[in-house]
């Protein structure tokens, strides 16, 4: 099963269309970095809910195909080696973007370690990854055992 990794600008890559990047954005990301360049053979043609049928050329990284620009995002898929992710992170910093997999992770905004080499700091005022709503669920529980217990405590039961 495919799984991707989509480069947008919204908390949930499924919301791209709200703050698209658009092709013009990609052609500029393309002609600044030496290492990018839309395939000249390979491509996806995807059908609109009308029926119309748009071809989406694949971008190469090194020579491979490996990115695609859909509609209003980045995509990569079928799982993405490191560095793939290492690319696409690079990729969302120059879009002003970030990177999201099918499942909602978020990868941080900061390029993965050349083995044997220390990762580098995390960019100043880096925003903090969301945390699962599991986690969210059991703060907000322990926060309310706390109030209840101090509630007890000082009013009595």
């Known amino acids: 099963m495919a799984y991707d990794l ?22 500029a990301l393309i002609a600044t970095d030496p290492e990018l360049a839309w395939s000249a053979t390979d491509f996806v043609d995807m059908a609109d809910a009308s029926g119309t049928v748009t071809r989406y050329w694949m971008i190469t990284w090194q020579g491979q195909s490996c990115f695609w620009w859909y509609r209003d995002q980045i995509q990569c898929s ?11 992170i690079q990729i969302a910093q120059a879009l002003h ?8 992770e978020i990868y941080p905004l900061v390029p993965l370690a050349a083995p044997g080499t220390s990762p580098p700091p995390p960019p100043s ?4 990854t969301r945390w699962p709503l599991w986690k969210q669920l059991l703060v907000a529980f322990l926060l309310g055992c706390v109030l209840l217990g101090l509630k007890l405590l000082i009013f009595g039961g």
């Open 97 to 104: 973007a970030q990177v999201i997999g099918d499942d909602g």
């Open 125 to 128: 005022g880096a925003t903090p």
């Open 78 to 88: 079928d799982p993405p080696s490191d560095a793939h992710i290492s690319k696409l």
């Open 6 to 27: 989509h480069v947008v600008r919204t908390e949930d890559w499924a919301d791209a269309a709200s703050a698209p990047i658009t092709k013009p954005e990609v052609e």
